[in-house]
């Protein structure tokens, strides 16, 4: 019986044209039985265009749950399409499982056999036969993409038109051949394919016109325009003008375009394009010629005067550039706005400048290193907006964050300001204040970070200084006098002048040094009696890094008055007792409150040798309390108020250590410690001067 369908099956296949037996496929020790702990691993693949079926024609497994134990696994293209196991007859195997097993066109099917231990009656197995056939693309929506005919033959598929198309490149759209070169015709007549019929398909077409240069093509469209357009207004299908000066259009839609459409050009091309649906009339148009004439817009973002709706040849207009726009004139950047031009029997506008954004690029920062500027894609043409900021902490913006590129070119502050800010130094807000007291004659030494100003000179003279921003420290005139410019050190953020590995000591050479003008020079000396303008300006080499433990102080308001009484802090680096014979300077910054005292006490200065009396000006003050002074070795450095305490900042240098009579220790009632200041107050102009033509 078996043998019987096995024939009568293999008699079906070779009646069939379109399949290919090609082998058969069967359990191991098929029809015998199969054996415990078998397997089999079978797969083929089909030829493009074709696929591959396996036709089972006998079944006979151990059936089992999910067919666990014994079991065939069909996969298409490594997805499972089939599970079998048990016993199945030939009619449902025809029509309940063979019906599934094919693969995708040229693609691969894969049999998996397996058996286990535990089968208590043989069974038989299976068997069937595979074979190969043509798949009909034409069939198949997904498969063949022709727009007009389809052809099937084995392993693949053509496309063929309709009478009047012709098929495109890709070998299976079909459009019309509407591409035309009509140049030289001074007159005539354009029309979509099948006009007034519904236009083609698919259509890309293109007429090119093209007369005489002192002559301009315009079109005559016919009432009747008919474009396929979406709902939302969008141009499905399109006509277009495209001219040397630009594309005019996309058209669309059921209204024509003005007539006559004049195009300002003797060489034009119409293109016409259709998608794969749509029913639509299309267009017709006539064209002919007229004399050239230069249309009212000679170049985008600009204005014409005088202006008409067309000029002829020998007409000069003046172009002038939109706001925010300039002037490129062969590539260059051209300032003014305007410029003339003349219109030309072909047409053309000559001179043809374009009108470009202003640009006003990225602000110069005088190598300024500090100040930054944040410019959002680096975009700096008109309107754009710049940000600035200081990179440091210690010190601030001062002036507008925010500039705008204006029309001119030039970035100006949202406040109407075109200087560019700055980045000052935060002054006198010391990071580590204290509110313990002390002083220098016998003093305790100040803590790193509390006096970020101070700075030490040690030679040619023994002195201190103040340090007002970056670049500048103030002191006195008689520590620098007669000292070559270049030659001075400083050295800051330290409070012990010993210690050269103090971490965070900085040592700082000068470029430059400016005596106050009305200083007499000379060597200072005990014999000296006039300190009057003791101040001078020491410029930096090279900008100091300020931090923590390097900071400058306030400068005070311009001729300040210093109050009597009023308490301040001396600082310094001199001798703590004028009375030690060995007269050691302090190896630490100390410091002492102080107080202003009147000018009275100030006018009774004191007498040195040959009994010259000091001379005192409204340029000092002097200052000083019981058992506390500044000291030999303090000159230069300063006295800053309010007096040095916890919250008091900011601090202003209101005094510079000038002179005075031998400090020393007396008794707590005693008030004979005095010294003499130079009143920072009256040269605060003379400094901001010096510093801004030196920086200049």
Not at 181 to 197: C, K, N, Q, V
Not at 230 to 250: A, H, M, N, R, Y
Not at 331 to 340: A, K, M, N, P
Request: charged letters at 20%; a negative charge.
């Amino acid at each position: 019986m078996i043998m019987f369908r096995l024939s009568l099956l293999l008699l079906q296949l070779l009646c069939s044209v379109d399949s290919l037996l090609l082998g058969w496929v069967e359990s191991p020790g098929y029809p015998s039985g199969y054996p415990a702990h078998s397997s089999l691993n079978w797969s083929r693949c089909a030829p493009k265009g074709q696929t591959l079926s396996i036709k089972l024609i006998h079944l006979d497994m151990e059936d089992s749950q999910d067919c666990e134990n014994d079991g065939i696994k069909v996969f298409s293209n490594e997805s499972l399409i089939s599970i079998l196991c048990g016993q199945k007859e030939y009619e449902e195997l025809q029509t309940a499982v063979n019906p599934f097993l094919f693969s995708s066109p040229g693609g691969c099917l894969r049999l998996v056999f397996h058996s286990d231990y535990s089968n208590i009656k043989r069974h038989t197995g299976f068997k069937g036969f595979y074979t190969i056939q043509d798949f009909d693309e034409c069939q198949d929506d997904q498969s063949s993409e022709c727009t007009h005919f389809c052809h099937n033959f084995i392993g693949g598929y053509r496309c063929s038109c309709r009478h009047g198309y012709h098929l495109a490149e890709d070998k299976q759209t079909c459009t019309v051949s509407c591409t035309e070169d009509l140049s030289g015709l001074t007159r005539g007549e354009i029309s979509s394919t099948s006009w007034p019929a519904a236009y083609a398909e698919n259509s890309n077409c293109q007429y090119t016109l093209s007369v005489e240069e002192d002559l301009q093509l315009e079109l005559h469209f016919s009432e009747v325009f008919d474009v396929e357009q979406s709902s939302d207004g969008q141009c499905i299908d399109l006509l277009s003008i495209v001219t040397p000066s630009g594309t005019l259009g996309p058209f669309c839609g059921q209204t024509p375009p003005p007539s006559p459409l004049l195009t300002h050009s003797n060489h034009i091309h119409i293109r016409f394009i259709s998608d794969g649906f749509g029913t639509n009339k299309g267009f017709s148009l006539q064209f002919k010629t007229r004399d050239n004439v230069c249309g009212p817009v000679v170049t985008s973002h600009s204005t014409v005067t005088p202006q008409k709706q067309e000029y002829h040849r020998g007409h000069t207009v003046t172009v002038t550039c939109d706001v925010g726009y300039v002037v490129y004139t062969e590539g260059t950047l051209d300032l003014s706005l305007q410029y003339e031009t003349t219109c030309q029997s072909t047409g053309m506008w000559t001179p043809k400048y374009p009108c470009e954004l202003v640009d006003c690029g990225l602000p110069l920062m005088r190598g300024d290193s500090i100040l930054q500027v944040d410019s959002p894609g680096q975009k700096t043409l008109y309107n754009n907006t710049i940000q600035f900021n200081c990179n440091s902490e210690y010190y601030s913006l001062k002036g507008d964050d925010t500039y705008i590129c204006n029309a001119s070119g030039v970035w100006v502050s949202v406040s109407g300001k075109v200087e560019m800010p700055k980045c000052v130094e935060v002054c006198g807000t010391p990071s580590n204040e204290i509110s313990s007291l002390g002083r220098i004659l016998g003093g305790v030494p100040a803590k790193l970070g509390e006096i970020p100003w101070q700075l030490l000179i040690k030679s040619p003279n023994r002195g201190g200084a103040s340090l007002i921003n970056d670049r500048w420290a103030v002191t006195a005139a008689h520590v620098v006098d007669g000292v070559e410019e270049t030659s001075l050190e400083l050295f800051g953020g330290l409070v012990d002048g010993a210690d050269s590995m103090q971490p965070g000591r900085l040592v700082i050479r000068s470029s430059r040094i400016i005596i106050h003008p009305a200083y007499k020079k000379g060597i200072a000396s005990n014999a000296q009696t006039n300190f009057d303008n003791d101040i001078a300006l020491v410029k930096f080499s090279s900008r100091v890094n300020l931090g923590v433990n390097l900071l400058p102080i306030c400068l005070p308001e311009v001729n300040s008055d210093v109050l009597e009484n009023e308490l301040g802090t001396v600082s310094g680096m001199g001798m703590t007792d004028n009375n030690n014979q060995l007269r050691m300077k302090s190896r630490y910054l100390k410091y002492a409150h102080i107080t202003v005292l009147s000018l009275a006490a100030c006018r009774n200065t004191p007498t040195f040798s040959e009994n010259q009396a000091m001379t005192f000006t409204d340029n000092m003050f002097c200052a000083g309390a019981s058992g506390k002074d500044s000291c030999s070795g303090d000159s230069g450095g300063p006295f800053f108020t309010p007096m040095l305490s916890a919250g008091a900042s900011p601090y202003y240098l209101t005094g510079i250590v000038s002179w005075g009579p031998p400090c020393k220790k007396e008794s707590i009632n005693s008030h004979t410690n005095k010294g003499y200041y130079t009143k920072v107050a009256n040269y605060v102009d003379w400094i901001r001067d010096t510093v801004e033509k030196e920086e200049s």
